[in-house]
Antibody, heavy 120, light 107 residues
Framework: QVDLVESGGGMVQPGTSLRLSCAASGFTFASHGMHWVRQAPGKGLQWVSAISSDGNDKYYVDSVKGRFTISRDNSKNTLYLQMNSLRTEDTAVYYC?????????????WGQGALVTVSS | DIQMTQSPSTLSASVGDRVTITCRAS??????LAWYQQKPGKAPKLLIY???SLESGVPSRFSGSGSGTEFTLAISSLQPDDFATYYC?????????FGQGTRLVIK
């Protein structure tokens, strides 16, 4: 069965960095687009970033452009999100989500989430 | 960016009721719309994709309709397990965007 397991969350100070990982199993990872979606405490869902199956195409929400970098290692079935210059407003649960093998991307499987808290 | 607006924000209903949630897009998204259900402390779950296609394993009491800019999620006969928050999401273009959510509560 499809499984997505995030790791790397924690509490950090503003201006610092953190890297999230998402270990995927149960499907052909290299065939699917992958995404990060976040949810601030008590708030709704916000898509953060996407990467194509081959890693060549990357997309970001404006609020993280220039600070966050999405990447993947298809040999390790792992998705990453490098988060630099973190701000208090980045505090959220970060979900890894599987997209489709086609160009149009919705999310058919989600991880359990990793909590990132940015606070001084 | 395409803005997604859901209504109502909160919906109060009883077991057995039929309810509908509306999602409006700020521009046409054809039928590139998905619906998700989320329970507290859990990851969202896909219910509907391509506006009206039911995800495998999702009960048939859930249905979706619409195209262009106006979409609807209907639940035909509410079950206790259905009280949750529902989100629409457009995947017509990046950045992908969600509605603000509709919280379905027990009357």
């Amino acid at each position: 069965q499809v499984d997505l397991v995030e790791s790397g969350g924690g509490m950090v100070q503003p201006g610092t960095s953190l890297r999230l990982s998402c270990a995927a199993s149960g499907f052909t990872f290299a065939s699917h687009g992958m995404h990060w979606v976040r949810q601030a405490p008590g708030k709704g869902l916000q898509w953060v970033s996407a990467i194509s199956s081959d890693g060549n195409d990357k997309y970001y929400v404006d609020s993280v452009k220039g600070r966050f970098t999405i990447s993947r290692d298809n040999s390790k079935n792992t998705l990453y999100l490098q988060m630099n210059s973190l701000r208090t407003e980045d505090t959220a649960v970060y979900y890894c989500a599987r997209g489709l093998i086609t160009a149009r991307q919705y999310f058919d499987y989600w991880g359990q989430g990793a909590l990132v808290t940015v606070s001084s | 960016d395409i803005q997604m607006t859901q209504s109502p924000s909160t919906l109060s209903a009883s077991v057995g009721d039929r309810v509908t949630i509306t999602c409006r897009a700020s521009q046409s998204i054809s039928d590139w719309l998905a619906w998700y259900q989320q329970k507290p402390g859990k990851a969202p779950k896909l219910l509907i994709y391509k506006a009206s296609s039911l995800e495998s394993g999702v009960p048939s009491r859930f249905s979706g309709s619409g195209s262009g800019t106006e979409f609807t999620l209907a639940i035909s006969s509410l079950q206790p397990d259905d009280f949750a928050t529902y989100y629409c999401q457009q995947y017509n273009s990046y950045p992908l965007t969600f509605g603000q959510g509709t919280r379905l509560v027990i009357k």
